[in-house]
């Protein structure tokens, strides 16, 4: 039995991660009970953990002291009697019951201490147990300090109040997310699910009764068929337990999941609600094609005739016995300038002749005159050409 027990107390070490100050049993009632209700209860860290009684691993419900605001004696404080202390809340109301007003005294000294963080100056203890307290708020401040964080140094005051505010951490599954396979149903709802869709999985991870712990429903095949299995996954400070013969603590609920698989050799995946798929492609039909006419006006094309006076003003412009160059776009003064022109040309080539009789002597005269006309027969020549042309 002695070894059972030490089994368990090592079990709620890995599940609680805290250190055990104070331990025994007592009774608790709620404002809304009638009966005290009786529990083993645990202070581990400032927290009261209640279990149904010694041999259970895990706790059903916890206490935080630091919302504690008052703990005051609600009985006559009587030796041989039960005393009775009522707890004030910040939301709510309870009375613990001790056997006897010894066991109350070393339960109010243990929450009073931890839920204040200094051992109070009235205790009617003996020195040996208030060494024992002073001793447990020492590790507590300690376990503390490790895991708060620094201290921000003051912020400057230009700086507006609203651009940095403190918020609470968030907790492990907030951080790190819950796995696909999570599903908010119930023991039944998830075996029903596993047995109906075994296609899509043997492992659904889902809340558990115990608030802020889960549970984990497995569905796997055996000899005589599947076997249906729930396993209970505990939250932590440090991370989540997975409650087995031999306890495993993982940082988060993927890993959960990740743990089962490897022990299942992959057999087994979690858990993933079907989706429907198409399988072809389909074309739509392509919508004829209207086409709008667009309106076109229809005019007639309109014929200019020429007037009298056109026809007279054409005719002014080339007057008779001009000659006209058909192939010269320049306009008809200039072409009749350059009949003029020629004219003149053939007039200075017959004063130069005479010019030139006149100024020749000797036998020179002969030849001169014999090479004047040949040259001033060529340029005649090509003055008439360029005329006729």
Known sequence: MSHNLRVVHKRRQTITSLPLYFSGDLKKKRSKDKDFKAYHVELRGNSLFFYEDETQETYVEKLELSQLKSMQLDSSHKKKEATVFRLSLLKEELHLKMKDADTGEQWRGYILTMAKREVPSKLDLLPGQIKELEE????????????SRPVLPPRPAFLKAESVTDSPAPSISTKLGKPECFYNVTRKEAEQMLEENPQNGGIILRPSTVPNNYALTLRQPAKSGHVTKHYRVTSTQSGFVIELDTAVTVSSLNEVIEYFSEKTDFRIHPYTASQTYDTRIEMMPIPPHT??????????????????????????????????????????????????????????????????????????????SQQAERRLSGMAEWTSTSSTA
């Open 291 to 368: 086409s709008k006419s667009i309106p076109r006006a229809q005019v007639a094309p309109m014929v200019h005739s020429q007037s009298k006076d056109e026809l007279d003003l054409h005719a002014e412009k080339f007057p008779s016995g001009e000659y006209i160059y058909p192939d010269d776009h320049r306009p008809p003064e200039q072409n009749l300038k350059l009949v003029q022109q020629d004219s003149d040309f053939k007039k200075a080539i017959s004063k130069r002749r005479e010019n030139l009789y006149a100024t020749c002597d000797g036998g020179n005269i002969e030849i001169t």
């Open 136 to 147: 447990a708020l020492i590790q507590e401040k300690r376990r503390v300090s490790q895991h």
